[in-house]
């Protein structure tokens, strides 16, 4: 079999404010994956407006949320950090997806019924076509590895869906630009690992913590300062039972279970270890020790993200640069596929 380098791929949305659920679940395990692989990281300008965005707020949030990349450890020197529309490929490889991709597999996402919400018929084309340009953005790298939260499982499973379709229906033509094996893409292989791949909202235990959720109270920013971070610690909703000294004893406490998994990754720690240390107290002794945790974590980044956003200019020489280099990867790979689709280029 070819041998395939290892290349990480993922991104976020520039979409309103970065939350706790988007640091634990994403960004601290892209920042270690750094340390042993060659690593993209993308703002999906292009993904966001699937759904209506303001323009002047839009270029704001990609801005904000490159600063929250480099605040939380990606180094853009070592990983390539860029915004999806500044590189062409990814809407060309995404025309070809859309051809690869049936329709009977998009009507299965259940991203797209939650964000159409009742009138289907009134989203836009693209919020339907989302999880084809997703799939595009990481296969144009023939991206192997992908850190995501929970909440991205069926999209990863289309993007093999995707990659192992090309590689069926073009079978022959791969095989004569030089891959023996007929393998041309790699399937993509989800990361979703550690104690916080599913942040839940602090006002409900069975919500994931999200951007859109109305109630401010429900998520912690990253802007949320000392003050706001423990008041809406304080104000999360539990039961009335002590803690639990093991794991088993988390189940059916969705509340308890969730405050728990977040001070295990805030800590660098597992829930178990938290429990050992927390089993028998009481919430209010807990949430105090929570909080204390969240805002030493919390409060470095956001001062360093503010700090950066104070120079518009250098984040948008590092999103050119990252995009250059982008491009400098997926040119080649995306002339490749367009031979083997039949397409003639001069
Ligand atoms: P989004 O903000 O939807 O673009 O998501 C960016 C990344 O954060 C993705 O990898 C998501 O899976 C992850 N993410 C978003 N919300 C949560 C959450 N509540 N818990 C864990 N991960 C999340
Ligand atoms: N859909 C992802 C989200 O909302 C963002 C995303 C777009 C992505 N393209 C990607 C994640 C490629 C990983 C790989 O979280």
Not at 44 to 49: G, K, L, N, P, T
Not at 124 to 133: H, M, N
Request: charged share 25%; aromatic share 6%.
């Amino acid at each position: 079999m070819m041998k395939l380098t290892p290349r990480v791929f993922s991104g976020m949305q520039p979409t309103g404010n970065l939350h706790l659920g988007n640091y634990l679940g994403a960004m601290v395990r892209w920042v270690e994956m750094q340390k042993s692989h060659e690593c993209l990281y993308c703002i999906v300008d292009m993904h966001a407006i699937t759904l209506w965005q303001e323009p002047a707020e839009l270029r704001q949030s990609i801005r904000e949320v490159a600063a929250a990349y480099i605040a939380s450890g990606l180094d853009p020197k070592r990983s390539i950090i860029f915004n999806q529309s500044q590189v062409a490929q990814h809407a060309e490889l995404a025309w070809i997806f859309n051809c690869v991709a049936r329709l009977g597999w998009l009507d299965r996402m259940t991203q797209f019924k939650e964000k159409a919400g009742k009138e289907k018929e009134r989203a836009s084309v693209g919020l339907y076509a989302y999880p084809v340009l997703m799939a595009a953005d990481i296969l144009l790298y023939r991206g192997t590895h992908v850190p995501v939260g929970e909440d991205q499982k069926q999209h990863l499973e289309l993007a093999r869906d995707i990659a192992q379709k090309f590689n069926n229906d073009y079978r022959d033509s791969i095989v004569a630009s030089g891959y023996a094996d007929g393998l041309f893409f790699p399937l993509p292989e989800p990361l979703i690992q550690g104690p916080a791949t599913r942040v839940m909202s602090l006002r409900d235990g069975t919500k994931k913590m999200s951007k859109s959720d109305p109630s401010d109270l429900s998520r912690i920013n990253m802007s949320d300062d000392t003050d706001a971070i423990a008041r809406k610690i304080q104000k999360a909703k539990t039961d009335p039972e002590p803690l639990p000294s093991e794991e088993a004893g988390l189940e059916r406490r969705p509340e308890a279970d969730n405050l728990v998994g977040i001070y295990a990754a805030l800590a660098d720690t597992t829930k178990e270890e938290v429990l050992g240390q927390f089993g028998g107290s009481q919430f209010s002794v807990f949430k105090k020790e929570l909080a204390e945790v969240a805002v030493a974590r919390v409060a470095p980044v956001n001062a360093e993200m503010q700090r950066l956003l104070g120079d518009p200019a250098e984040i948008d020489r590092i999103l050119a640069n990252g995009a250059s280099r982008a491009r400098t990867l997926a040119q080649p790979i995306l002339t490749e596929i367009k031979n083997i689709v039949g397409f003639i280029q001069s």
